[in-house]
């Protein structure tokens, strides 16, 4: 039996974003919803002390369901299925692309061909799996993460990407450990999204800026005044660190999903407010795109620092400053354009 | 030693090198733009020490060899600039994901002006700041092996310089991701000329 989804599109690049953001971005595509539209309404930080997992698609939630965490403004909903085998793995996902659901798939980079850590670099990466050809013994996949791939891919191989322990990699400690245990990812679009409207887009900003102001109880780090905290936290354990670079590493991973929350964003303002013709609402966009460029920096120390973290650390304070001060800036003039309009 | 040009002032980096972003295929190992290891392809880029003009500019390209420096992480280093009236700093360079920072203009007043920097990111992508592409090269190298189909860019981009008074140096962002590998100063005659004629009347 052959069964291939049409159409499937890849997501254009955005170095930025996760590898998580852009096989959403697809599924999203395939509805006919612009992914920046949806993927970048919401915008948050959020993270609970020891969440982190070493995988491309790690993103720190507030409840279990992930789609709620990331859209929480559109109808959808997502599930992490564990099969307890290969052949388990393979079956599920067979049945999700039989029932017209394309499958968001874990994966060890390690096997993949078209990968440049093929053979080479253990690390947790994710795809998109839309068909199969049972005759061929071939799977098809879409990667949108350069080089990128998009096409039928040999079972054998997908099985052993997907089966990997992903083990701890000296070359590439961010991505490696986390083991991979066959797991994929379901999102299901559950009704009609909202209308493209200015009542809608301030609605969705005044909620999030809610969210940055109000902070939960319990030890989770959330909204503004959690991101400064966490920070703090982190700047911290990097400045006693003896050199195993754990709090840079987590900073890398954790900040990766921060990064392409806030990115998408300013994508998400700067597009409405080219839609709804907007000016102010792109003015605020660029401003948020400012502080994901912020994360590329800390990201960076934190990488180029690992060997070093003590030395790393003041001017990881000095960045975090930078950012917290420019973040709460942009929530200001968030604020005054719901006053505005 | 600055190269001076008609319009444009070459920037001498050398001594302000601190990194290798460049790799011949034969030894993909030499250097390391990123914290992976990754490099340029040094076979797909202009020759080393020589002047290449991109779009109009003309930069100093820096050596390739192995073992050699030639780029500039930014650490807040202190570039000095043959004193001159300039409308735009030229740059060569690529950052580790998308960024942006100032750099801050030192005048020959004592004024001090914060301008932006931004560059794209190195990956194949296109331009986030609305760069022009230098350098589209064909591979990308990792340490261990030449990778065909995904290729690194360098980007052209460049940093206004609003005043219309004479620029002394410049101080580089304190930020890791965005590396350099050539600056050329462009001259503003037009504005040369009627400071002149202001200082004459």
Known sequence: ?341 | MHVTHEAFVMLDLASAFNNDGISYPENVADGGFNVWGNTFPADELPASRGVVEVAGVPFRFPPKEDGQLNSVVCRGQVLEVPPGLYDWIYVLGASERRSEDWVYLHYASGAVDPEWLRLSDFWPSAPHFGEVAAFRCRHMHYPRHVQADMGPVMWRQRVPVPRQEALQRLRLPDNVAIHLFALTCARSPGAAAERARQEAQ
């Open chain 1, 1 to 341: 039996m052959k069964m291939v989804l049409s159409p499937i599109t890849a997501w254009p690049h955005d170095d930025v974003a996760s590898c998580l953001m852009t096989c959403i971005a697809t599924v999203l595509a395939r509805h006919g919803h612009d992914p920046r539209l949806v993927l970048g309404a919401n915008w948050d930080f959020y993270y609970a002390p020891g969440d982190f997992r070493r995988e491309e698609y790690y993103y720190p939630c507030r409840f279990a369901d992930l789609a709620r965490c990331i859209m929480p403004y559109h109808p959808l909903s997502s599930r992490w299925h564990a099969p307890a085998s290969a052949a388990a793995g393979e079956s599920e996902v067979k049945d999700a692309i039989r029932r017209g659901t394309p499958a968001l798939v874990a994966v060890d980079n390690y096997y993949l061909h078209f990968r440049p850590a093929h053979r080479d670099v253990h690390a947790a990466h994710l795809v998109v799996v839309y068909g199969f050809d049972e005759e061929a013994g071939a799977m098809y996949v879409l990667d949108s993460t350069p080089p990128g791939y998009n096409g039928p891919l040999d079972a054998g191989e997908l099985r052993a990407a997907r089966g990997s322990g992903n083990p701890l990699d000296d070359r590439d400690t961010f991505f490696a450990t986390a083991p991979v245990a066959h797991r994929w990812l379901e999102i299901e679009v559950n009704g009609p999204f909202p209308a493209l409207t200015r009542e809608w887009v301030a609605g969705v900003v005044d909620q999030n800026l809610r969210r940055f102001r109000e902070a939960p109880p319990g030890p989770a780090f959330s909204g503004q005044d959690g991101l400064r905290r966490y920070l703090d936290d982190l700047c911290a354990r990097a400045a006693t660190e003896s050199g195993d670079g754990a709090a840079l590493e987590e900073l890398y991973v954790v900040g990766w999903a921060v990064q392409g929350t806030t990115a998408l964003h300013a994508a998400f303002l700067m597009t409405a407010g080219r839609l709804l013709g907007w000016d102010r609402l792109s003015e605020a966009g660029r401003r948020v795109d400012r502080l994901a460029h912020h994360w590329t920096a800390l990201r960076m120390m934190g990488a180029h620092g690992l060997k070093a973290p003590q030395d790393m650390a003041p001017r990881l304070r000095h960045r975090a400053a930078l950012l917290l001060g420019d973040q709460e800036q942009a929530l200001l003039e968030l604020q005054w354009l719901l006053r505005r309009g």
